[in-house]
């Protein structure tokens, strides 16, 4: 059994700063990639950043230059550290672990989200 916990939303100012974590465990030989999925209220979820064993990144256009994703791979835990934030990025927060090889395949898990709301 693999879980993904959560960790470092909350509410913050417009132009203010958060640092998301996430930490995986369980009987894990090793992760492909790590990401960082957002759902808004009505929209649909989408992709914020991911980064691979090998530290290959990908971010999407709205918050590239402003969120930076990383990960510890012997901890396997990725970060998502954000700045200069934005209303538009109040959403609930998804970490994602694909490929994940244990004892008895390879899966894709999810975390339970954390909530990050910018406002004044």
């Known amino acids: 059994q693999v879980q993904l916990v959560e960790s470092g939303g909350g509410l913050v100012q417009p132009g203010g700063s958060l640092r998301l974590s996430c930490a995986a465990s369980?009987?894990?030989?090793?992760?492909?990639?790590m990401g960082w999925y957002r759902r808004a209220p009505g929209k649909q979820r989408e992709l914020v950043a991911t980064?691979?064993?090998?530290?290959?990144?990908n971010y999407a256009d709205s918050v590239k230059g402003r969120f930076t994703i990383s990960r510890a791979n012997a901890k396997n835990t990725v970060y998502l550290q954000m700045n200069s934030l934005k209303p538009e990025d109040t959403a609930v927060y998804y970490c994602?672990?694909?490929?994940?090889?244990?004892?008895?395949?390879?899966?894709?898990?999810w975390g339970q989200g954390t909530q990050v709301t910018v406002s004044s």
């Open positions: 369980g009987s894990i030989f090793s992760i492909y990639a």
């Open positions: 994602n672990a694909d490929r994940v090889h244990t004892t008895t395949g390879s899966y894709t898990y």
């Open positions: 980064i691979t064993g090998g530290g290959s990144t």
